[in-house]
């Protein structure tokens, strides 16, 4: 089985400062990851997605997110955070072909951006 | 409407209360996922159906739990004789068909089970 961890529980910074959310899985073959995005008394929405092809897929808002298969790792990234980027960030990993299923979130991370 | 929709928003029931939980998912959506939000916390894994049945149980945490899907469609999360544990937020998600290009998940608003 998949597993997903994500390396900051809570992440402060000032506004115009990089940001970037480390995403790391396990799993043995191909896979699906995300980025999913929760902002405060919202519900969670897509953020970005990797399926295949280039391994540095932009999404909204800014972010983008590269894919090192050596690594195993799937890093959220944006060069200059808002005060409205505050919110709580949730990669997740699904396992290519499987049809939907046993898709995997890891524990999140929540980012507050200080205006 | 466009998305899943969620009902109840909130719910405050007493402990040893049963609880219903309501989704309805994207229409043409055949997968369809419940997941468990505590404060603090990630998105706890409950169950997922495929249709009306339920490949992965997995996450169901006790026999109080249960879920349905009937029609392909709506979802119900049935919680019984609930414990102060169960309090959290219950997520509902669906994905777009089987082979479908994308299995982006699109969630619902959630509801807020508080058990008193």
């Known amino acids: 089985a998949q597993s997903v961890s994500q390396h900051n529980h809570h992440v402060i910074l000032s506004e115009a400062a990089s940001l970037e959310l480390g995403c790391n899985y396990s799993?043995?073959?191909?896979?699906?990851l995300f980025w999913y995005v929760q902002y405060p008394g919202q519900h969670l929405q897509l953020l970005l997605k990797?399926?295949?092809?280039?391994?540095l897929v932009k999404g909204i808002k800014g972010f983008e997110a590269e894919f090192i298969k050596s690594k195993f790792s799937f890093n959220l990234r944006k060069p200059s955070v808002q005060w409205s980027d505050t919110a709580e960030y949730f990669c997740?990993?699904?396992?290519?072909?499987?049809?939907?299923?046993?898709?995997?979130f890891g524990p999140g991370t929540r980012l507050s951006v200080l205006p | 409407g466009a998305g899943v929709s969620q009902s109840p928003s909130n719910k405050v029931t007493e402990k040893g209360k049963d609880v219903e939980l309501r989704c309805d998912p994207i229409?043409?959506?055949?997968?369809l996922y419940w997941y468990r939000q505590s404060l603090g916390q990630g998105l706890e894994f409950l169950i997922y159906?495929?249709?009306?049945?339920?490949?992965?149980k997995s996450g169901l945490p006790s026999d109080r739990f249960s879920a349905e899907r009937t029609g392909g469609s709506v979802s119900t999360l049935t919680i019984q004789r609930t414990q102060q544990e169960d309090s959290a937020v219950y997520l509902c998600?669906?994905?777009?068909?089987?082979?479908?290009?994308?299995?982006?998940?699109?969630f619902g608003p959630g509801t807020r089970l508080t058990v008193t």
């Open positions: 997740a990993v699904t396992p290519r072909g499987n049809y939907g299923q046993n898709f995997v």
């Open positions: 990797y399926f295949s092809g280039d391994p």
């Open positions: 229409s043409g959506h055949t997968a």
């Open positions: 998600a669906s994905t777009s068909p089987r082979g479908g290009p994308s299995y982006e998940q699109y």
């Open positions: 799993y043995g073959g191909t896979v699906n």
């Open positions: 159906f495929q249709g009306n049945s339920a490949p992965d």
